[in-house]
């Protein structure tokens, strides 16, 4: 069949039908009287076709990999760079496209995308206060335990934690602080103070340090606070007692006795045994309590008096109150010169004289 268009040329029907877009009609299955008619024109066409019988279901096929969530990419040109490194191992992993808020899933070979799957945001919901209840220790291994009872909003949380795992015994630690063990007095610990055992109340408590204290000394004509030296020497004088050098010893925060050492050089003009002069040191005064003694040659020749540690007492104990300088009280020591034989002169001489004085706390131990 030949058609003749309006332009007096000639087209075949093929020719005619192929600028011709086909449409097929469903007319519903199973209509009876119904008539398939085909209409063509160069700018449509419609096809009337009837609706087959639905055929057999096909197998079963392969599942979908699980969901892998891998969280947020920023845009498609992200994703497109990250496909090149997907193979089938990655199959299931899935993402969030930012840009599009679309989720996209790896299936193995591409991507899968699911334009809907996040909705918009719900209404808000009623604010509910979750208060932390009991926390209880479970078996070791247990899972943790949670559990929420009341009526909302308010709830109340309890937990049971497993009990961990016994560590490993660890390094030995460096000494704790002793004012903090159990056999340690409670109150003030003032500097300088040591542990010392206190046996009536059973416990270790601060004390002034027992360990001398010191020294403090005159060396000839200098003093270690400044003052004045020993006097000047003295030639065929008869004076007794005759102080020569004051030593002054700061008060001390313990009771305390005197430990002296130094010398005096003498000589009496007596040429027999009948005159001793001896070198004293004594506390306050010349006439007060003895604590050194530094014993005279009774010929007349030059010796010096070696001062040691005297109390003139009979008996010494840690308890004795011979000697004793009271806690916080600034003392003087007195050097003396007294003549303890005879009546004869005797002369003093200044130079290599020295007393050195420590202090040793009487704190009993």
């Known amino acids: 069949m030949r058609i003749r268009s309006e332009q007096a040329e000639m087209s075949t029907v093929g020719e005619y039908f192929d600028s011709t877009n086909l449409r097929g009609i ?22 009337e076709l009837m609706t087959g019988v639905p055929g057999d279901r096909g197998p079963v096929g392969e599942s979908a990999r699980p969901f892998r969530w891998e969280g947020d ?13 997907l193979g089938a191992a990655q199959a299931g992993k899935a993402w969030r496209v930012v840009s599009s808020d679309t989720l996209v899933y790896w299936n193995g070979t591409g991507f899968d ?37 009341g009526t909302p909003p308010n709830l109340v949380l309890h937990l049971t934690v497993p009990r961990g795992v016994r560590g490993r015994e660890g390094e030995i630690g460096g000494p704790g602080p002793i004012r903090q063990a159990a056999d340690y007095a409670d109150g003030p ?39 004045a030296g020993f006097g000047a ?9 005759n102080v020569i050098a004051q030593l002054a010893i700061p008060a001390q925060d313990s009771a305390w006795r005197p ?16 005159t001793r002069i001896d070198a004293e040191v004594r506390i306050g005064s010349a006439d007060g309590q003895i604590v050194a003694l530094g014993s005279g040659f009774v010929m007349a020749m030059d010796s010096f008096c070696d001062f040691q540690p005297f109390f ?12 004793v300088v009271p806690a916080g009280q600034p003392v003087s020591l007195y050097v003396v010169l007294r003549r303890n034989r005879g009546g004869a002169n005797y002369t003093y001489t200044r130079s290599g004289a020295q007393i050195m004085c420590w202090a040793r706390p009487v704190t009993t131990l």
């Open 233 to 241: 020497s003295q030639t065929n004088v008869g004076t007794s007692p």
């Open 259 to 274: 430990v002296v050492s130094g010398g005096v050089m003498l000589r009496t003009t007596s040429t027999d045994a009948s």
């Open 73 to 85: 990419i920023a845009d498609q040109a992200a994703l497109s760079a990250m496909s090149t490194k």
């Open 189 to 227: 610990h003032p500097d300088g103070s040591v542990p010392t055992w206190n046996g009536t109340a059973g416990k270790w408590e601060p004390r002034p340090f027992p360990g001398l204290r010191g020294p403090w000394s005159i060396s000839e004509t200098q003093a270690w606070d400044g003052s």
């Open 113 to 149: 995308t699911f334009a809907d799957a996040f909705g918009a945001a719900g209404p808000d919901g009623s604010p509910c206060v979750v208060s932390l209840g009991s926390v209880d220790t479970g078996e070791v291994g247990a899972p943790l335990q949670a559990t929420i009872v």
């Open 312 to 323: 003139a007492a009979s008996s010494m104990t840690p308890g004795s109150a011979v000697g």
């Open 26 to 47: 469903d007319e519903g299955l199973g209509s009876s009287g119904v008539v398939q008619s085909l209409h063509g024109t160069p700018r449509s066409g419609e096809l």
